[in-house]
Nanobody
């Protein structure tokens, strides 16, 4: 019916940058809020950033000056530009979106499969 597919993770040195992408596909009529969460080893999943349909953003304090979330509504895609990466940013990053599915006539809260970001020298 609908799914989220992420890309862009990998290994980067401290101070480096990465850009994550997440695209919603399937029988979709609309997408409300989109966002990124992360889960580090041994820790709970935490919010990184969210963005509304109209572009209003919200960030965790730990990433506010370094990460930028954006979206392309025509492509059903949300991005996370991560700059000045630190070892403590190492985690599996998950995309989340409230996706309207045509066949169901309602919204589903979907998660991507996760993409690993490792910040290490």
């Amino acid at each position: 019916q609908a799914q989220l597919v992420e890309s862009g993770g990998g290994l980067v040195q401290p101070g480096g940058s990465l850009r994550l992408s997440c695209t919603a596909s399937g029988n979709i009529f609309n997408i409300n809020n989109m966002g990124w969460y992360r889960q580090a080893p041994g820790k709970e999943r935490e919010l990184v950033a969210t963005i509304t349909t109209y572009g209003t953003t919200n960030y965790a304090n730990s990433v506010k000056t370094r990460f930028t979330i954006s979206r392309d509504n025509a492509r059903n895609t949300v991005y996370l530009q991560m700059n000045s990466l630190k070892p403590e940013d190492t985690a599996v990053y998950y995309c989340n979106a409230e996706v309207g599915v045509k066949l169901l006539g309602r919204y589903l809260d979907l998660w991507g499969q996760g993409t690993l970001v490792t910040v290490s020298s």
